[in-house]
């Protein structure tokens, strides 16, 4: 099956750090991916991660645990723009490649 | 690089009534997608293209909805006749590998 949870909304602190987990079940899984999407605007690619471990990229990580079907996304140094939602999406190789997505986490950054 | 272009940005039209949307994916990107995303939801797979090839159609609901890539470019998507369960954005998505590219999306608004 397909299978994809994570928090339905979040509240940080600017300057703070926040970490947006994300679980999923998906058969033939071949990838994870986190993009934001600010109100009314495209979801826009922010990670990938294929292999085990942390992916660094600017303020922005992200970590994937295979065996344990678990990512996260890391925000260091939080500002206002990051107010957004953030949706966790696994890619299958089965049954024709696919993104399934979660329902996003809407990530409220408060001064 | 122009991004992936879709057209119109919003339709506001009555129940029964047939609409279509149009999506320029970014120039060489062989996969296209058609996403529904509903409000505080991810988005949802209707249909994938290879070139103009339908590879997976199997979340698009036939009886009402039907896509077209010609020419394995530009595509379309249509909803004939529309119901106010149809009220949603739709996202359409290149790809060149893995990666997919969003367009600003359609808001559909069935009254």
């Known amino acids: 099956g397909q299978n994809i949870d994570q928090p339905t909304e979040m509240t940080a602190t600017e300057g703070a750090i926040v970490q947006i987990n994300c679980t999923y079940q998906?058969?033939?899984?071949?990838?994870l991916f986190w993009y934001q999407q600010h109100a009314g605007e495209a979801p826009t690619f922010l990670s990938y991660?294929?292999?085990?471990g942390l992916e660094e990229k600017g303020r922005f990580s992200s970590f994937l645990s295979r065996s344990k079907g678990y990512s996260y996304l890391l925000l260091k140094e939080l500002q206002m723009k990051d107010s957004a939602s953030y949706l966790c999406a696994s890619y299958s190789n089965y049954n024709f490649n696919k993104f399934y997505f979660g329902s996003g986490t809407k990530l409220n950054v408060k001064p | 690089e122009a991004g992936v272009v879709q057209s119109p940005r919003y339709k506001i039209i009555e129940k029964k009534q047939p609409v279509a949307f149009w999506c320029n994916p970014i120039?060489?990107?062989?996969?296209l997608y058609w996403y529904r995303q509903n409000l505080g939801q991810g988005p949802e797979l209707l249909i994938r293209?290879?070139?103009?090839?339908?590879?997976?159609d199997s979340q698009l609901p036939k009886d009402r909805f039907s896509a077209e890539r010609l020419k394995g470019v530009d595509s379309t998507l249509k909803i004939q006749p529309a119901e106010l369960g149809d009220s949603a954005v739709y996202l359409c998505?290149?790809?060149?590998?893995?990666?997919?590219?969003f367009g600003q999306g359609t808001r559909l608004t069935v009254v």
């Open positions: 991660n294929v292999l085990d």
């Open positions: 293209y290879e070139n103009e090839e339908a590879v997976d």
């Open positions: 998505a290149s790809s060149l590998s893995t990666e997919a590219f």
């Open positions: 120039s060489g990107h062989n996969t």
């Open positions: 998906t058969s033939g899984f071949n990838g």
